[in-house]
């Protein structure tokens, strides 16, 4: 068995490479072809080397973040199962799996003990977390102009970024709109919404629950939304998710999907997994995948 390992050396804190030496250190025995992302949504051409000599019985560890593991996941065969080890700035794939140390994650691999698990695909890439509109959006895309992120990376403190600029949207009330076809046909607009998520799992932000039943262990999309006119109801919204309140709160409004067909006007920022996207309309369809876990 051959693993090959995709590595993005930029995501996070940058602590890639490093990984990637010690697995080279501590497990001679493995047999092991490596590939280093160069550039940004370079994943496609990663994949596609590392498949002219792939063969049955192989196996990839996706070494990234969350944006990473999605965009090889997009160009990686279905019928593959993977590993990842998370080195992003948010890691909520990760923290929502409980997935190992890197230990443990070589030991899955050579035991061959998988899982299966959900994602959601759309022509347009994958979706292992979350789709976010309104609030979530703009603090990301917020983040990925921000020097303090780079800065805070530098030293393992990336996802406060997020809770700095997550504050700011109170002030700033960045809203959205969007269409959503759900799976009975019915079609459901919002408008002026300061949070949106349609969540195929846990967490998002480095670790800010989306909604406690959400997990890749089943077929179900959670799509959550709120209005936040005011300061005070947006901060009553914060406060909801911070504290874990999802189910008790009177703001926040939930509903289960099994597909979805999602429109977005041109205005609205639309991130998918911590990564802006340019997409104004998927269908989000289940695939069933294996991890090694």
């Not at 990842?84 to 909520?92: C, F, H």
């Not at 996802?159 to 700033?172: E, H, M, N, P």
């Not at 209005?227 to 406060?239: C, H, M, N, S, V």
Request: charged residues 20%; glycine residues 6%.
């Amino acid at each position: 068995m051959t693993v090959y390992i995709i590595a993005n050396p930029h995501a996070g804190a940058q602590l890639a490479v490093d990984i990637v030496e010690e697995i080279q250190v501590n497990y001679p025995h493995l047999e092991k072809k490596i590939f280093f992302t160069t550039c940004p949504n370079d994943e496609k051409n990663q994949v596609q080397l590392a498949l002219q000599t792939w063969q049955e019985g192989d196996t990839f560890l996706v070494i990234g973040g969350d944006g990473t593991l999605s965009k090889v996941l997009y160009h990686l065969p279905q019928n593959i199962p993977f590993s990842y080890y998370p080195v992003g700035s948010g890691n909520d794939f990760a923290r929502a799996l409980q997935l190992p140390d890197l230990a443990a994650t070589i030991a899955n691999i050579e035991a061959g003990n998988t899982r299966e698990i959900t994602i959601f695909a759309a022509e347009e890439g994958i979706l292992l977390n979350s789709l976010d509109l309104g609030f979530a959006a703009w603090v990301v895309n917020e983040a990925a102009h921000s020097t303090l992120k780079r800065l805070l990376n530098r030293l393992y403190l990336g996802k406060l970024t997020y809770i700095f600029i997550a504050i700011l949207s109170l002030l700033k009330n960045p809203v959205a709109s969007v269409k959503i076809q759900k799976n009975n046909q019915e079609i459901l607009e919002l408008d002026h919404v300061y949070f949106f998520s349609v969540a195929n799992n846990t967490y998002f932000g480095g670790g800010i629950m989306i909604w406690p039943t959400a997990t890749v262990y089943d077929s179900q999309l959670h799509m959550i939304y709120a209005k936040g006119e005011t300061f005070w109801k947006r901060l009553a919204i914060l406060l909801t998710l911070v504290f874990k309140q999802h189910q008790q709160s009177s703001y926040l409004q939930h509903e289960v999907l099994e597909t979805a067909h999602i429109k977005i006007p041109r205005e609205s920022i639309v991130e998918v997994d911590g990564e802006i996207i340019s997409s104004r309309e998927l269908t989000l369809k289940a695939q069933k995948r294996k991890i090694y876990l």
